[in-house]
DNA sequence: GCTGAAATCACACATTA
DNA sequence: TAATGTGTGATTTCAGC
């Protein structure tokens, strides 16, 4: 098969997988209408192939917070000053090694950067802006939000879904 | 143990399984210096405490994209109409109930929700547009950026790591 | 798709603080 | 008393056919 062929069976793993990935491999290949044999040779090749990249636990902010004192998510818009693309590639290499640096996207039009941070406390959030949003930086302009309420995070692609309409 | 209270190893086991799910359970434990069956109770605890919400596969877009064209990834801040605390949760129910959008946040100060979308194309871009960013969902002002690049996608809380400096 | 070897998990019990 | 660690049987996973 074409190494970057995927057919629907890859799909509808694929779609099983970034939904729920604790299910056991019989159960996944019971769901996806196929031998678990076949469903772990499948997966196994979609791992190889790196569009599996890992397996992440996602944990609650909220029960979190009430463990730990209320974690605070920021949502930062940066624009630079100077924009030639040795520029952006710069800021950006900063801003994906910092920890607290959830999400990085290169955006157009607007501004040239879209942060989501997670830190702590305010106190952490400024140490970063400190260090990641200034002049030194190259950074020109820096419009952030804080978020009151996370209502939904579910970090999947999304995929044809040829199947949908003929299973339902 | 109180039920809301995190014990060192706790963290310990919320940082690993955050970044990488996928092992062993007694590779877990041996990273955390404990023994197997004590990190399987520890997490089985996370899991009903809700702290741990599940389990899922990241997929890696461009990888995806070879294989079925390349999607496209907004960035949308929505502002609203009216904004009492009734509005701003009946905007969420429709948000949410979306299913390309991937992150939804509740925002302030600036515009009200900060939504992050993943479509197969503009035309879908389109579609919800016009389904979710109207009058009619008491929506006043939109503006919304495309992502050229996601740099960086980590899905993991920052934790205390008290026991970081002592390993090193 | 099936089967045997290997690994994993669940549970009971001894141990420690 | 409450949490940890060890050991055994049952289940599941994995690789070769």
């Known amino acids: 098969m074409n190494e970057n062929f995927l057919d629907e069976l890859d799909l509808r793993l694929l779609d099983a997988l970034q939904h729920d990935a604790s299910q056991a491999n019989h159960r996944l290949a019971e769901r996806c209408g196929v031998s678990p044999a076949t469903a772990l040779r499948r997966v196994r090749r979609l791992q190889s192939l790196g569009i599996v990249e890992r ?7 909220d029960k979190l917070a009430l463990a730990l004192g209320h974690g605070l998510t920021a949502l930062v818009e940066i624009s630079l000053d100077q924009q030639g693309d040795e520029h952006l ?3 950006e290499r900063l801003a994906v090694a910092e920890a607290v640096v959830q999400q990085c996207y290169r955006v157009s039009p607007g501004p040239d950067f879209v942060l989501v941070l997670a830190v702590t406390d305010m106190p952490a ?10 002049q030194h930086a ?7 939000f804080f978020s009151v309420k996370r209502a939904k995070f579910l970090p999947a692609q999304p995929l044809p879904r040829p199947w949908a309409e003929r299973d339902a």
């Open 55 to 61: 397996q992440v636990a996602l944990l609650q902010p």
């Open 89 to 91: 590639a710069a800021f």
């Open 125 to 134: 959030y400024l140490a970063l802006a400190q260090r990641l949003f200034t």
């Open 138 to 144: 190259n950074v020109r302009n820096v419009r952030a």
